[in-house]
Antibody, heavy 119, light 108 residues
């Protein structure tokens, strides 16, 4: 069974930084691209970023481009999201998501980790 | 890319059928068959219910079906059950990933 477990969320002040991690198990991790998707409180889903299996291809939503960096360590079966220059509007639950195929066909979701940006 | 347009809420009685629409443009929903639907119960992660417009992943009841006409995709739930009450999101995943705003389904 594929499992994705996010960690690293918390309370951070505006302008601060946070690094999210996602530990994957039950799958050939390097064979899949991976995604981060977020959901602000009471709001809908928003795709944040995708990374190919080899890290050769990386994509970001315009809302986070230049502030967030996605990366992965296939030897550790882990996905990361470095978030800098955080804003109040980045407050959300962040989900690590494996695709069924390709990038955006989002198949297996972690339980999410909560990021709160507030002074 | 703009979010896809969904009704904010729909409702139905147990046993009835409901349809949730998802309207995009010719560059997303209307331009390909890469449309998916997700179910999300409160406090839980989303669950993939439909992909490639009308395909059901293993384990999803056949009460859930998807279709598309032009720039509008639809999710139909037949034989409504109490546990179907949830938020539903459509998604276009060709090139960039774009979600609809979500529809709250209430089972009366």
């Amino acid at each position: 069974e594929v499992q994705l477990v996010e960690s690293g969320g918390g309370l951070v002040k505006p302008g601060g930084s946070l690094r999210l991690s996602c530990a994957a198990s039950g799958l050939p991790f390097s064979g899949y691209s991976m995604n981060w998707v977020r959901q602000a409180p009471g709001k809908g889903l928003e795709w944040v970023s995708s990374i190919s299996g080899s890290s050769s291809y990386i994509y970001y939503a315009d809302s986070v481009k230049g502030r967030f960096t996605i990366s992965r360590d296939n030897a550790k079966n882990s996905l990361y999201l470095q978030m800098n220059s955080l804003r109040a509007e980045d407050t959300a639950v962040y989900y690590c998501v494996k695709p069924l195929r390709g990038y955006g066909l989002l198949d297996v979701w972690g339980k999410g980790t909560t990021v709160t940006v507030s002074s | 890319q703009s979010a896809l347009t969904q009704p904010r809420s729909v409702s139905g009685s147990p046993g009835q059928s409901v349809t949730i629409s998802c309207t995009g443009t010719s560059t997303d929903v209307g331009g390909h068959n890469f449309v998916s639907w997700y179910q999300q119960h409160p406090g839980k992660a989303p669950k993939l219910m439909i992909y490639d417009v009308s395909q059901r992943p293993s384990g999803v009841p056949d009460r859930f079906s998807g279709s598309k006409s032009g720039n509008t995709a639809s999710l139909t739930i037949s034989g409504l059950q109490a546990e179907d009450e949830a938020d539903y999101y459509c998604c276009s995943y060709a090139g960039s990933v774009v979600f609809g705003g979500g529809t709250k389904l209430t089972v009366l």
